[in-house]
T-cell receptor, first 113, second 112 residues
Framework: DAKTTQPTSMDCAEGRAANLPCNHS???????VYWYRQIHSQGPQYIIHGLKNNETNEMASLIITEDRKSSTLILPHATLRDTAVYYCIVRRGYGGSQGNLIFGKGTKLSVKP | EADIYQTPRYLVIGTGKKITLECSQTMGHDKMYWYQQDPGMELHLIHY???????EKGDLSSESTVSRIRTEHFPLTLESARPSHTSQYLC???????????FGPGTRLTVT
């Protein structure tokens, strides 16, 4: 599975957009990019995923570069409750052990008033 | 909204005791998982199940065992707790052909 690289930590002002980058330069054609977050020792929460097209849902937007070697998770108007560790995970399709997630260290996002 | 429950939320127990951490979900998901996470550290998959009567070991070796007799229930057991088992244990579930997992609130275990 492709390895991901994320910054250890980031700060964002409340009300501003938070842009969290992720590098996955060895991603293969059938691997998806998934984003989860974990708010202070709670269980992780699924945010969004994509293959090659940009995706948007009620929580966030996911921008994947054309070569698919990097992506950015965008929280359009960050609030204090968005302070969490954000995980970028690349996985190969669905089903079997290939559907299991491997969580790295993630990015600790701190939203400040 | 995901419905996955874990009990107890917090447990402090002495060395040598047998413990069972409960996990149940009401979504009818076939696939379930157990993760272990030390404070400030990464989550590690220790067990998973594809469905009833299926159990598999995860990426991190664990002295715990699991069982899956009912779809909605995936308990984790430690036969003899040790201080090295002190950690947070998180349960999750997913539909069999989906990677999105829904997590419970976790059980924080302390073994004294």
């Amino acid at each position: 599975d492709a390895k991901t690289t994320q910054p250890t930590s980031m700060d964002c002002a409340e009300g501003r957009a938070a842009n969290l980058p992720c590098n996955h330069s060895t991603i293969s054609g059938n691997e998806y990019v998934y984003w989860y977050r974990q708010i202070h020792s709670q269980g992780p929460q699924y945010i969004i995923h994509g293959l090659k097209n940009n995706e948007t849902n009620e929580m966030a937007s996911l921008i994947i570069t054309e070569d698919r070697k990097s992506s950015t998770l965008i929280l359009p108007h960050a609030t204090l409750r968005d302070t969490a560790v954000y995980y970028c995970i690349v996985r190969r399709g669905y089903g079997g052990s290939q559907g299991n997630l491997i969580f790295g260290k993630g990015t600790k996002l701190s939203v400040k008033p | 909204e995901a419905d996955i429950y874990q009990t107890p939320r917090y447990l402090v127990i002495g060395t040598g005791k047998k413990i069972t951490l409960e996990c149940s979900q009401t979504m009818g998901h076939d696939k379930m998982y157990w993760y272990q996470q030390d404070p400030g550290m990464e989550l590690h998959l220790i067990h998973y199940s594809y469905g009833v009567n299926s159990t598999e070991k995860g990426d991190l070796s664990s002295e715990s065992t699991v069982s899956r007799i009912r779809t909605e229930h995936f308990p984790l057991t430690l036969e003899s707790a040790r201080p090295s088992h002190t950690s947070q244990y998180l349960c999750a579930s997913s539909e069999p052909d989906r990677v999105e997992q829904y997590f419970g609130p976790g059980t924080r275990l302390t073994v004294t």
